[in-house]
Each structure stands twice: as structure tokens, then as C-alpha cells.
């Protein structure tokens, strides 16, 4: 499965941004899509998961409200979109999918390779 991800890019505080996620297939082993961040220095965070059957999500609960992942199975993508952005959300933002739900990215055999979203304060 490969994943490609896209919607990144220089914004400023307050604004919002839609990531998307085009996943090459649907496979049991990519059952679930997460997305994940990572901040210079800082670890690999989870922000959010979404089955592709039922659309069952999952939220960090720290970025819950503002956060919102969304499915569209006809085109096998998935959506991050992020309202009110702070300076604190830039990160590289990792799409990722795998068998089971899970906030743990060791959880993901498939990743795809991120897309920067930098916030200007």
C-alpha cells in the first residue's frame, strides 16, 4: 500500500488547513488510517485514526475540537482538517495505515512520506 500525502504548507494562526491522504489500495492489512506529527525535536505524535468501513474514529485527546479526520472510500483518501491553527500544530504530518486501531505508529506497516504544515503567529 502506498500512501501519499498533500494540503501542507505555510499558513497563519488561526487558519485553516485540509490534508488529504490517497491511499493506492485497500488491502485487511490497511483496514485503518491514522495520521501522525512530528515537530522538530520532538516525538512522532498521534492525532487521529478513521476505519474505512464505518468510519470509527479516534482523536488524541489533547487535539480534540479542532481536529476533525474524515474518509472518502470511492476515492480511497483521507482527510485531516484543522481549524484555528496555533503556532504549536507545525509539524510534518505522517499518514499512515494498518490492521488495527491504534495510537502506537509501530501499530502501521504503510506510511507515507508527510507534508510540512509551517504557522505563522
Known amino acids: 500500500v502506498q500512501l501519499q500525502a498533500s494540503g501542507g504548507g505555510l499558513v497563519q494562526a488561526g487558519d485553516s488547513l485540509r490534508l488529504s491522504c490517497a491511499a493506492s489500495?485497500?488491502?485487511?492489512?490497511?483496514?485503518?488510517m491514522a495520521w501522525f506529527r512530528q515537530a522538530p525535536g520532538e516525538e512522532r505524535e498521534f492525532v487521529a485514526s478513521?476505519?474505512?468501513?464505518?468510519?470509527?474514529?479516534t482523536y488524541a485527546d489533547s487535539l480534540k475540537g479542532r481536529f476533525t479526520i474524515s474518509r472518502d472510500n470511492g476515492k480511497s483518501t483521507v482527510y485531516l482538517q484543522v481549524n484555528n491553527l496555533k503556532p504549536e500544530d507545525a509539524a510534518v504530518y505522517y499518514c499512515?495505515?494498518?490492521?488495527?486501531?491504534?495510537?502506537?505508529?509501530?501499530?502501521?506497516?504503510?506510511r507515507g512520506q508527510g507534508t510540512q504544515v509551517t504557522v505563522s503567529s
Open positions: 499512515a495505515t494498518g490492521p488495527v486501531r491504534s495510537r502506537d505508529i509501530s501499530a502501521y506497516a504503510y
Open positions: 489500495e485497500r488491502t485487511s492489512d490497511s483496514k485503518i
Open positions: 478513521i476505519t474505512w468501513r464505518l468510519g470509527i474514529t
